[in-house]
């Protein structure tokens, strides 16, 4: 799988970046049909809480590109409830090719 990360006015840092393609490989168990992740880290108000933004778009073999943004105070949370939410999309996923 192709990790992308793009950090939108701010030079994201190495250990971010390694945490952010750690996190995404783990979707690798859930489904061998993703192609690529593309990381976009955003800092919303810089002096409000809650102002890190990341979304992460999949783009998954004989599917649309499934998508989710989170927002929370750090990029850390907002990485991880993305991707809770990529995985209770994959998994809806999986129990549609079930059922056909």
């Given amino acids: 799988m ?22 995404v490989e783990k979707l690798n168990r859930y489904s061998d049909d993703i192609r ?4 976009t880290l955003k800092v919303l108000k810089p002096e409000t809480s809650q102002n890190k933004e990341a979304g ?22 907002a990485v991880d409830s993305a991707l809770e ?6 998994q809806k996923n999986k129990e549609k090719m079930r059922s056909k």
């Fill in 56 to 77: 992460i778009k999949l783009s998954v073999s004989g599917f649309d590109d499934i998508f989710s943004s989170k927002v929370a105070d750090t990029f850390e949370e």
């Fill in 2 to 23: 192709e990790i992308r990360i793009q950090s939108i006015h701010f030079d994201a840092s190495e250990q971010l970046e390694k945490f952010i393609e750690k996190k």
């Fill in 36 to 39: 690529a992740a593309e990381v």
């Fill in 85 to 90: 939410a990529l995985l209770r999309q994959l």
